[in-house]
Every structure is written in C-alpha cells, then in structure tokens.
T-cell receptor
Framework: SQQGEEDPQALSIQEGENATMNCSYK?????LQWYRQNSGRGLVHLILIRSNEREKHSGRLRVTLDTSKKSSSLLITASRAADTASYFCATDFGDYKLSFGAGTTVTVRA | EAQVTQNPRYLITVTGKKLTVTCSQN?????MSWYRQDPGLGLRQIYY???????DKGDVPEGYKVSRKEKRNFPLILESPSPNQTSLYFCASSARRDDSPLHFGNGTRLTVT
C-alpha cells in the first residue's frame, strides 16, 4: 500500500528561489527517504532521516521530520535548472517494504 | 562502477508471450527489489528478495514471478503478459534492509499490446 503522499503534485519556480515539498504518511516509520528522478530514469537517493531525527542537511537540501504530525518536508535552496526533476518520499516502516509516494514534479525556470 | 543494470531498456511484446527482464548488481547487495511505476501512482513494489533463495511478495505481485539463484541477479518474469502490465519497471538493490538507500537501475519500459 502507498504510504507517503507528496504535496504539491507539481511546483514551478524561478532559478535561485527555494522549493519546498511535503510528504505525509499514516503509520509509524523507521526512517523516511527522499529520492530524485530525472525524466523517467532510475531514482537517485538524496537523503535519509531516521525516526529519532528532526532535521538533516545535505548541501542545498534540508529535510525535516515531524513524527507527531507524520510529515516530512524537503527544502531545496537556491534552485538551479539541474534541479528540475520529480522528487519522491519513501517510508520505511520496517516490514521489508519501502513505500513510495506519487512524487512532486519540480520545474525550475531559467 | 557500482551499478544496477537492467535489460532491455525498452520492450514491446504481445499478450501472452512470456518475457524476462534481467537485473544485475555489482555491489554485493543482499537486498533486491522490483517496482513498477505508473502515472499518478508512484512506485509500487512487485517482489523483493532479502538474500539468495529468499523472495517475497510486494504490493502488486499478481502476474509476476522472480527468482534469486545468485546474489547479483534478480530477474523479473512475466509468464503471460497482459496490457495492464504495460509500465515502467525498476530494479533496485541495497546493502542491507535497515537505513540503507536503494540503488536503482535505469528502468525498462514495457508495452504489452
């Protein structure tokens, strides 16, 4: 069953702006992961945040996790054209299945 | 180079004609998994394998088979493909189950007519 749900479905921003997308889930998780997909290619892992962590950074990426609200957000700062992609959250709730949401499509305009 | 290799990249076939999509990883990963991706539905897990000779159903296993005879290979078999199996398929692997990221192949776009 699909656990994570991303919001918004699509996002269009100007180069240099920040992009924020959210992920909500329904049951307790071990960790939550964010992946990027370019044009129907394979997904690439961006960042993993464990259930006992609240915030994590990786370069221009910032991920937060609020387990009380069962939600996570991914912030991309100072966006570039190369950030144009679909972004997926994946929830690991410990039964050997990693469940992906439907994704947020981000378009960065030059 | 560490990678997950899927073949073929594109496949067009007819209903009922058995096919196999191969997947191989060179990272000595124990865990491997197959997903299908359909518009608006995200990725849905078909089958996964925790190790050699150990496989289990994901969320949408109907119409698919897998085998894990060697650690590096995890083929996906469609015994009698149907048009509703037209999709983009991804193989993925990881070092271990807990908190290890998945490494994905580049996908196989299957069309069943």
């Amino acid at each position: 069953s699909q656990q994570g749900e991303e919001d918004p479905q699509a996002l269009s921003i100007q180069e240099g702006e920040n992009a924020t997308m959210n992920c909500s889930y329904k049951t307790s998780i071990n960790n939550l992961q964010w992946y990027r997909q370019n044009s129907g290619r394979g997904l690439v892992h961006l960042i993993l945040i464990r259930s006992n962590e609240r915030e994590k950074h990786s370069g221009r990426l910032r991920v937060t996790l609020d387990t009380s609200k069962k939600s996570s957000s991914l912030l991309i700062t100072a966006s570039r054209a190369a950030d144009t992609a679909s972004y997926f959250c994946a929830t690991d709730f410990g039964d050997y299945k990693l469940s992906f949401g439907a994704g947020t499509t981000v378009t960065v305009r030059a | 180079e560490a990678q997950v290799t899927q073949n073929p990249r594109y496949l067009i076939t007819v209903t009922g004609k058995k096919l196999t999509v191969t997947c191989s990883q060179n990272m000595n990963h124990e865990y491997m998994s197959w997903y299908r991706q359909d518009p608006g539905l995200g990725l849905r897990q078909i089958y996964y394998s925790m190790n050699v000779e150990v496989t289990d159903k994901g969320d949408v296993p109907e119409g698919y088979k897998v085998s894990r005879k060697e650690k590096r290979n995890f083929p996906l078999i469609l015994e009698s493909p149907s048009p509703n199996q037209t999709s983009l398929y991804f193989c993925a692997s990881s070092a271990r189950r807990d908190d290890s990221p998945l490494h994905f192949g580049n996908g196989t776009r299957l069309t069943v007519t």
